[in-house]
């Protein structure tokens, strides 16, 4: 599975910015897909997660409310709608895909492939 994310960019706190990542290899809905972030000096942390069902399994305590998580399964990607934007979302973000749709969505080693990454700086 390959994916490709993007959307990064700077925004200023407070605003919105809305990332994708594009799967090939497989389509989504055979897949477990996870949205996944990592600051500066900071282990990598769960954002959320939609399941190969199309079950969205919720976003992280930090930023539930304020991102969702969404696929099309006609253009084979997932979404990363994120609003209310804190400088502490600040990070790089990452698109992760589990072939084995395990259990644990929310552990990085549940996921086989990653992509790139996209940069997201949020501004004071």
């Known amino acids: 599975v390959q994916l490709q994310a993007s959307g990064g960019g700077l925004v200023q706190a407070g605003g919105s910015l809305s990332l994708s990542c594009v799967v090939s290899?497989?389509?989504?809905?055979?897949?477990?897909m996870g949205w996944f972030r990592q600051a500066p000096g900071k282990e990598r942390e769960f954002v959320g997660a939609?399941?190969?069902?199309?079950?969205?399994?919720g976003a992280a305590d930090s930023v539930k409310g304020r991102f969702t998580i969404s696929r099309s399964v006609a253009k084979n990607t997932i979404y990363l709608e994120m609003s209310s934007l804190k400088p502490e979302d600040t990070a790089v973000y990452y698109c992760?895909?589990?072939?084995?749709?395990?259990?644990?969505?929310?552990?990085?080693?549940?996921?086989?492939?990653w992509g790139p990454g996209t940069q997201v700086t949020v501004s004071s």
């Open positions: 939609i399941r190969w069902s199309g079950s969205n399994t």
């Open positions: 992760a895909a589990d072939s084995r749709r395990s259990v644990a969505v929310t552990l990085a080693r549940s996921y086989d492939d």
């Open positions: 290899g497989r389509t989504v809905n055979t897949l477990n």
